[in-house]
């Protein structure tokens, strides 16, 4: 499990039943060096006013009843990590290479394959967004909300 330091932003209850609720949460960034933002240091803080680092909210299923603003640690599956990952860019990256072969082969020409190549591309796109669409897909893939930041700092301090 990827685990990762959170704060909630806000929670959402169902039917007013607390094992239904649902947080949006933003990860607490870190520096390495605490410049950042500073006029001195490596330069990174220039690159993150220059496109605009935001952080993104993201919603996942709080089954602890954290409450707004509680520091707490979410996780994600490192299977469904690396599946995501290797989804978005294999298959795209292999229907590029399909569309050019068959184009090559049938039109015999650079255009041909730059166009099949565009054409597996934009194909690959579509089936992934089509398929992590899907309900299960989807529902594998979301994080999880596993404790309070608060009883790491507990168990480091015993």
């Known amino acids: 499990m990827i685990e990762e330091r959170a704060v909630i ?4 209850q169902y039917n007013h039943n607390l094992s239904d609720s649902t947080a949006t949460l933003e990860i607490e960034r870190k520096t390495a060096c605490g410049l950042c933002g500073k006029t001195r240091g490596c330069g990174n803080s220039i ?6 680092h935001h952080s993104t909210a993201f919603r996942a299923q709080n089954r602890i009843n954290a409450k707004v603003g509680d520091s707490v640690i979410v996780g994600i599956n490192e ?3 690396l599946k995501s990952a ?7 990256l292999v229907t590029m290479m399909i569309g050019a072969i068959f184009m090559n082969m ?3 020409s650079d255009a041909g394959s730059m166009i099949g190549a565009l054409i597996g591309l934009i194909v690959g796109f579509i089936w992934v967004k089509g398929h992590t ?3 299960r897909y989807f529902l594998q893939q979301q994080p999880v ?3 309070l930041a608060t009883q790491d700092a507990e168990i480091k301090f015993s």
């Open 9 to 12: 932003l806000s929670v959402s």
């Open 47 to 52: 690159w993150g006013k220059l496109f605009a």
């Open 79 to 81: 299977r469904a990590l």
């Open 86 to 92: 290797l989804l978005l860019y294999i298959v795209p």
């Open 106 to 108: 049938y039109l015999h």
């Open 133 to 135: 669409a899907a309900s």
């Open 145 to 147: 909300i596993l404790r």
